[in-house]
């Protein structure tokens, strides 16, 4: 969960947010990262999981755009900090 994750955040150098293929909501991941960024999370990316290689095997085609296309990052919340990491 990550009110876990929030508890080791400011002492990890790079966070990568897991979450599970065509299961999590863009919604969820961005409400996941804004919670990750209040506890000083160095969030780096989104790795997705449970792919089902049998129907993507050489590229992730048309559903793969439904993520890059939204940025978790650019929907946050302008916080008026810079971080250079």
Same mark, same amino acid.
């Given at each position: 969960?990550?009110?876990?994750?929030?508890?080791?955040?400011?002492?990890? +150098?790079?966070?990568?947010? %897991?979450? #599970?293929?065509?299961?999590?909501?863009? @919604?969820?991941?961005?409400?996941?990262?804004?919670? $990750?960024?209040?506890?000083?999370?160095?969030?780096?990316?989104?790795?997705?999981? +449970?792919?089902?290689?049998? %129907?993507? #095997?050489?590229?992730?085609?048309?559903? @793969?755009?439904?993520?890059?296309?939204?940025?978790? $990052?650019?929907?946050?919340?302008?916080?008026?900090?810079?971080?250079?990491?």
């Amino acid at each position: 969960a990550v009110s876990d994750a929030t508890a080791l955040a400011d002492s990890c +150098g790079t966070v990568l947010l %897991v979450t #599970r293929f065509e299961t999590t909501s863009i @919604a969820q991941v961005v409400e996941a990262t804004a919670q $990750l960024k209040q506890a000083n999370a160095r969030v780096k990316g989104v790795i997705f999981n +449970g792919i089902d290689t049998d %129907v993507y #095997r050489y590229s992730l085609g048309a559903r @793969a755009d439904l993520y890059r296309s939204a940025s978790y $990052l650019d929907a946050l919340p302008a916080s008026g900090e810079t971080r250079k990491d």
